[in-house]
């Protein structure tokens, strides 16, 4: 009988920390319970096959043993291609493999490519009997990120490996689990794609013209995150919505708002929230505001009036997991 395996991993939400976290500064990330469920069958024929319906992919193959990097191409494939090249070049894959994945991801920036990476070097491990601890998960699945876009921290990697919310460091230097439970959040996207690299790249010009000032903001940051942090744990998420408006401000100064999300973090404050801030690169995306449940409703019917599209999620989801 063939074998086949089932794999799920989250999408992520950045609460503290983007960009900041670029320069050796901590960030917060949590998991969210979109998830990316991807199912594998090895096969006799050297080829990897993807289907990927819900973004269009049909009957897509290559070579297995010529698997290379593409610059263009739908991403969705290319995080997958590139996880099984990685794969085959550290471990060898004995057989060729036929991967299809399915999205519950409802819009862009919730980490669907993290998500599919993460759950293709599972799936061949599980596969392969490689017994990979969450680190060397983490390891593969960061090189391949790395290897299709060329940058990154890696925090949506670790949050769909290790699930929660965590405290990390860029590349995974420190993943530390922060223990809640629940978290009141309103989550929005905004309508727009943020184009990630771009943004990346506009803040590291940004410190090269005027690094003293930008490595104060940096600093700034990191303070905030701590902070927020400990806010976290204590759940007093008064404190915490006023410390996502701070990081609001500072991630203003590094030039990453747009008017679309400042309209949707203002209706979100001005109708009852803690706090609100984007979450990710900016320029679009998502925000997300702090919210005491009494006032939940008031906030996401601003936000739906200033053009938002909420977005049903949970926080704290748990991390990437074989499924039956
Ligand atoms: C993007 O979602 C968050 C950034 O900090 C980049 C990264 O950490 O990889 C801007």
Not at 47 to 57: H, M, N, Q, S, V
Request: charged share 25%; glycine share 12%; with cysteine.
């Amino acid at each position: 009988m063939r074998r086949v395996i089932k794999i799920s991993a989250p999408g992520k939400l950045m609460l503290f920390g983007e960009h900041s976290v670029m320069f050796g500064k901590p960030c917060i990330v949590t998991a969210v319970d979109q998830r990316m469920t991807l199912v594998a069958i090895p096969t006799e024929e050297r080829k990897l096959k993807i289907e990927a319906p819900d973004i269009g992919i049909i009957g897509h193959q290559r070579e297995l043993d010529s698997l290379r990097v593409v610059a263009n191409g739908p991403k969705g494939v290319r995080f997958v291609e590139t996880a099984v090249k990685v794969f085959n070049e550290k471990f060898g894959l004995p057989f060729g493999v036929d991967v299809e994945t399915k999205s519950a991801f409802e819009t862009s920036g919730l980490g669907s490519s993290s998500a599919s990476t993460v759950c293709t070097v599972k799936a061949l491990a599980e596969l392969t009997g490689n017994r990979l601890s969450k680190r060397e998960l983490f390891d593969i699945s960061y090189k391949t990120v790395l290897e299709v876009q060329g940058t990154g921290s890696g925090f949506d990697l670790a949050a769909a490996i290790w699930g929660g919310t965590l405290y990390y460091l860029y590349g995974g230097e420190k993943i530390e689990p922060i223990k809640i439970d629940k978290l009141p959040l309103v989550i929005t996207h905004s309508g727009i794609k943020a184009e990630t690299p771009a943004m990346v790249s506009s803040v590291k010009q940004k410190h090269k013209e005027n690094r003293k000032v930008m490595d104060g903001i940096f600093k700034l940051m990191e303070e905030i995150t701590d902070s927020a942090k400990q806010g976290l744990e204590r759940k007093d998420y008064k404190e915490v919505g006023e410390l996502a408006n701070i990081n609001q401000g500072l991630l203003e100064a590094l030039g990453v708002g747009c008017a679309e999300l400042s309209r949707l973090i203002f209706a979100a404050r001005n109708s009852g929230a803690y706090g609100a801030k984007l979450s990710g690169a900016g320029g679009g995306d998502c925000m997300y505001a702090i919210v005491a449940n009494r006032n939940k409703g008031r906030v996401k019917d601003a936000i739906k009036d200033k053009g938002g599209r909420v977005i049903e999620v949970r926080a704290n989801a748990e991390g990437v997991r074989v499924e039956k």
